[in-house]
């Protein structure tokens, strides 16, 4: 059984930086394509960034691109998401998933981390 763990959460000041940490435990069968979303309070959970089984395959949502860096290191079987220049409209639960394809739907993902909350406040 394949299980996801999210840590790094925490609050910052606007312009500040958080890195987020996504541990992948079980798995048995080659490293999975990966992908982080969000979900701010009353709104939908949205994409944040993927990345491909071998980490060439990389994509941000506009919103994040220029600020937000994904990167995994499958000898650890860890994902990272590097945020910097954080906006008080980062302000969500962050949670990470896989998937045997890398997409931008939620629902095309069959792993899911519990979440981590990031705040963006001064």
């Known amino acids: 059984q394949v299980q996801l763990r999210e840590s790094g959460g925490g609050v910052v000041q606007p312009g500040g930086s958080l890195k987020l940490s996504c541990v992948v435990s079980?798995?048995?069968?080659?490293?999975?394509?990966m992908a982080w979303f969000r979900q701010a309070p009353g709104k939908e959970r949205e994409f944040v960034s993927l990345?491909?089984?071998?980490?060439?395959?990389?994509e941000y949502a506009n919103s994040v691109k220029g600020r937000f860096t994904i990167s995994r290191d499958n000898n650890k079987d860890i994902m990272y998401l590097q945020m910097d220049s954080l906006k008080p409209e980062d302000t969500a639960i962050y949670s990470c998933?896989?998937?045997?394809?890398?997409?931008?739907?939620?629902?095309?993902?069959?792993?899911w981390g519990q979440g981590t909350q990031v705040t963006v406040s001064s």
């Open positions: 998933a896989a998937a045997q394809t890398a997409t931008r739907n939620p629902n095309d993902y069959n792993y």
């Open positions: 079980g798995r048995t069968t080659s490293p999975y394509p």
């Open positions: 990345i491909g089984w071998g980490g060439n395959s990389i």
